[in-house]
């Protein structure tokens, strides 16, 4: 008996002419991300990708668990391959789901023909596989509405297969299909989440995030790497980029009024992200914001950073509620990391009493006390960067 | 030169362990919870390790929690997880042949007040996989199963039994103890479906004094030793940062040569098994299919502790049953269908993939050597 996956496109299915750049870009990261764990051959036929074992070890189980993660795959199964034949396919079938058909209650059969010259019609596979099925696991029953196992046959160019599990992929565009863009990563619950929705439409991430020693620690930088390289999973190999921010914030300290401390330290952020941006070879920033969320995240705040953007910055998070955010970052496994308790660089020097509602013109004249230019370039000069692979 | 049979009950610690203890004692030896670098230092070594013994059963890193040893693994993983969910769900599933540091915990549980099911393998000697799935019911909070007994190399379906149960019965937790299949047949947490899973170290080439438990996300333990939260709340206690290094170390250096090993060890039995049946009065306990690493054979009319220490005597060392219950009879090869007389005449050989074929030449010699002398001055 042999197991393989096979793989739906989701969205890749409805691109016309561009179809195949997306496929190719898809195959490609299922190839490389499959490498790790074992020998598996990827092919594509009719829309759907083959994922076969090389070798006997290479574990089918935990190449699914590595193919639900990754973006443009809409649905996964493991399927046994049978001869285009149909008393191959009972045979193998009734073998094949040994292990689950006996302990279940009620079942139904159905069938996809593909091949439309296979000789049985699609309620004809149904109907004999299921009288077949039936007298062989006496304790089954048929539930057409609402049966616990679907057993499905596909009866493709080649061969058949049967399988009775369908596991939703993650959806989306294959990362790397939409160009690159750079994630602003604070370690906190917002921003890998952030990073994983645009990765979800095929951007591939880059991560910015700015330290401040020694009043944030080795452990909080050591944090966000932990979060880049969980988000890896999700998101391929991230490059990361680490500046040292603590000259930028004592000067803001020292130089500007205390109500505007954390507007002008996200807008100076945001200038030296671009500036990495431009380095990267990245299109668009991306920030895990969301209106109200905190006083430099209001509308009149989040003005007056995007005064100083000259690229687009992306803002998936910014009409979901926190409660929203937080399912997602336990779906995606960063939650326990983003709330380990090590203070990061957003939280140093934080005004008492923040400006919720600043003005552009105050911000900028506050800002203007002091000339950040050369801090800035000396911080995007000694900034450092790390690749995090998959 | 000394022949070593005993690498089940403890095995010689390897260049590498040795080598990562020392650097744990010698330059990490901050405390992995302080907050400045020493700490942060020592703190990435254990985790370190922690990844490479995670991705050596495939699980992620942080499942991964450092313990004293498998025996405390188990007691973890057992009270544990009874604590947890066993407030209305009085029931517990277990095999009869399992290792003393699970049969005690769960007698422990039995006497405050859960409902203990063990499961007997048939008159042959097989366990029977719808045994234990057939005394799982509703009330069942929490069942265990080792993956090779350790007196006698037989590997229980813990697969099928696990998989079974984790379809029917999604909140039953699932514990196997792995001491004996770590390192020498692949433990997998997916193929096994098991929640909880006990490891050891000086049972692989590593330092005695530390182990792992593997607790599957999303399974939650009530901790049995309180203190300063360490492996996130779990098992408190400053880490063992050696022992831990050295436990990474040692499946580092094993881990890539499981199945080789394997092989080489197979042909060992095979070739011990063939030079046994050129002696009388000997019958090899352990089955075909049983783990390699184990021979259980008994020397007809010999009390095993004879044995072992006319072979001692040689330089040769094997154990009578269990090194853990010191000689004491643990039962477990009753409970495999050995005859009284054949269990007491047991010896235990436990091989190694360092052990050699003029080891075992020189061990049948000595054997037989010993049978016919002890027998003849009875």
Known sequence: ?390 | MSIYFDNASTTKPCKEAIEAVNRGLSELWGNPSSLHSMGVKAQLAVDESRKIIADSIGCESRCIYFTSGATESSNMALKGSAMAYGKRKRRIVTSSVEHSSVKESINELEKSGFEVVRISPDKNGIFNPDDFINAIDENTCLVSVMLVNNETGYILPVKKVFSVIKRRFTDVVTHCDCVQGFMKIPVKVRELNADLISLSGHKIHSAKGVGALYIKKGIRLLPIINGGKQENGIRSGTESVPLIMGFGASVKALSPHIEEHYRYVSELKKYLCSRLSELDYISVNSKSDASPYIVNISVSGIRSEIMLHWLESHEIYVSSGSACSKGAKSGVLDEFGLSQRLADSALRISLDFSNTKEEIDKFVDVLKEGQQKILKSK
Do not use: W
Not at chain 1, 96 to 115: C, H, N, Q
Not at chain 1, 273 to 290: P, R, V, W
Not at chain 1, 368 to 379: G, H, S, V, Y
């Open chain 1, 1 to 390: 008996m042999k197991e393989i996956i096979l793989l739906k496109y989701g969205e890749i299915a409805l691109k016309g002419l561009n179809k195949s750049t997306f496929e190719s870009i898809m195959i490609k990261n299922i190839k490389y991300r499959l490498k790790k764990i074992g020998k598996f051959s990827v092919t594509k036929a009719q829309s759907t990708v083959y994922v076969e074992p090389d070798e006997e070890i290479s574990d089918l189980s935990e190449a699914v668990d590595v193919l639900k993660k990754i973006f443009g795959i809409a649905s996964i199964c493991r399927v046994c391959v049978c001869k285009k034949d149909f008393s191959d396919i009972c045979r193998q079938s009734s073998e094949y789901l040994e292990d689950i058909l006996p302990y279940a209650k009620t079942f139904k059969v159905t069938a996809k023909r593909a091949d439309k010259s296979f000789p049985m019609k699609s309620p004809e596979i149904c109907n004999q596989l299921g009288g077949f099925l039936l007298e062989k696991f006496p304790n089954l029953q048929v539930d057409v509405k609402n049966p616990e196992v679907t057993v499905t046959v596909e009866i493709r160019d080649t061969n058949a297969y049967v399988h009775a599990e369908n596991i939703k992929g993650a959806g989306g565009l294959p990362v790397g299909s939409s160009g690159n863009a750079l994630l602003l990563l604070s370690g906190g619950i917002d921003s890998p989440v952030a990073g994983y929705m645009m990765a979800k439409r095929g951007i591939h991430i880059s991560a910015i995030h700015y330290v401040s020693p020694p009043y944030t620690s080795e452990r909080a930088r050591l944090k966000v790497e932990q979060l880049c390289e969980k988000m890896t999973d999700y998101c391929g190999n991230i490059a990361f980029f680490c500046v040292p921010f603590t000259e930028i914030q004592e000067a803001i300290k020292d130089n500007c009024p205390e109500e505007y401390f954390t507007i002008i330290m996200r807008r100076i952020m945001m200038e030296i992200a671009q500036k990495i941006a431009e380095k990267d070879e990245c299109l668009a920033l991306i920030t895990g914001e969301s209106v109200g969320q905190v006083a430099s995240q209001t509308l009149s705040a989040i003005s007056c950073t995007d005064a100083v953007c000259r690229i687009p910055v992306f803002r998936p998070l910014i009409g979901m509620d926190k409660t929203e955010i937080v399912e997602i970052s336990r779906k995606i496994d960063t939650f326990d990391i983003s709330t380990l308790p090590y203070e990061d660089c957003c939280t140093v020097f934080t005004p008492k009493h923040p400006k919720v509602r600043p003005a552009l013109s105050d911000v900028e004249k506050a800002q203007a006390q002091f000339d950040f230019e050369p801090l800035i370039q000396k911080a995007v000069e000694d900034t450092e960067m790390k690749i995090f692979y998959v």
